[in-house]
């Protein structure tokens, strides 16, 4: 038997084609500014492309997943995706049954947030987990979140979207669409407080004085933290105080046993997992704290897209 699974992105969608647990062929093809129906098309074609595979291979695909970069509504199966035109309240459940449903008997949609954690559940570090968080730190910042063994969804299934969760006072303007914990500690956060930084006029002797305001990027921040740069040292404490912080209100909220590390910031960012464990400390209940184990991602970007594939096969 076999499984394909999709992990959709803002930019890109990735496929694989599993045989039972293991992937036999993948591809990743840039979204090149599809929008709308354009994005379900380009779904469609490589599915019947990963299902020509299996012919040729002599597997039979019993099963079909994708994560989405957003909301999954499990009732109705619409998605909504920020990142992606036209996705607000998209059919993407009914497309593909339409198109799949007489050659794929299980077809299943879940959030990104929770394909990860599922991932890391079946192949990752959080294997014989039951009760689990995945922490993606990328663009934005999102929570997988396994209690008991099923992941937390909420009446909505909105639950996860931790970039909302409020570490600081006052509330700024800046928060709203997106809210305090992305806007300071993702990588699209650390660039924009390293440019409010340069405006506020605190660090006059940092290189980012004279670069080009609005091309400062993460990975610029990333570089001149470990130059010893003020205003980049200053951005990045920030931020490990706001990992901190967040990681020991969902400590206390969850008792995990673990919490994994995901997402594009960590990467570079895993080099802090000491300093973010000390900041989480401070603020967590003691006892949950103790127990917790603070992991990275054994799975990388491919989290999503072993997710999808578990989230299918275990349904």
């Known amino acids: 038997m076999a499984t394909i699974a999709f992990d959709l992105g803002g930019t890109k969608l990735a496929s694989a084609l599993f045989n039972e647990e293991e992937i036999v062929f993948r591809n990743s093809t840039q979204l090149e500014g599809r929008k709308g129906k354009q994005v379900g098309q380009m779904i469609r074609e490589m599915g019947n492309t990963l299902l020509e595979i299996a012919v040729d291979r002599n597997l039979q695909v019993d099963a079909l997943g994708i994560c989405v970069p957003g909301i999954s509504y499990q009732q109705n199966g619409t998605v909504w995706a920020p990142n992606i035109e036209e996705w607000e309240e998209y059919p993407l459940l009914d497309e593909l049954r339409n198109e799949f449903s007489k050659r794929i008997p299980r077809i299943c949609i879940d959030s990104d947030r929770a394909c990860s954690i599922l991932g890391e559940v079946w192949k ?41 969760m409020a570490l600081d006072r006052p509330f700024k303007d800046g928060y709203a669409s997106c809210g305090c914990f992305e806007h300071q500690a993702s990588g699209e956060g650390i660039a924009k407080m390293a440019r409010e930084s340069v405006t506020s006029g605190r660090f006059p002797g940092s290189v980012f004085i004279n670069k080009d305001f609005e091309r400062i990027s993460a990975h610029d921040i990333f570089k001149y933290y470990e130059a010893g740069d003020e205003l980049a040292v200053a951005v990045i404490d920030n931020a490990i105080s706001a990992w901190g912080m967040a990681i020991a209100n969902l400590v206390s ?13 960590f990467g570079p960012a895993l080099k802090f997992k000491s300093a973010i464990f000390e900041e989480a400390v401070k603020w967590a209940q003691p006892i949950s704290m103790k127990q917790l184990s603070l992991e990275s991602s054994a799975l990388g970007a491919d989290a999503g897209l072993y997710g999808a594939a578990f989230l299918a096969i275990r349904k």
């Open 124 to 164: 990752g570090n959080a294997k014989n987990s039951r009760d689990a968080i995945f922490l993606a730190v990328g663009t934005g910042i999102g929570a997988g979140i396994m209690i008991n063994g099923e992941v937390l969804r909420g009446s909505n299934d909105i639950a996860g979207a931790i970039g909302w």
């Open 253 to 265: 909220l969850f008792n995990p046993e673990k919490i994994i590390l995901g997402g594009g910031v």
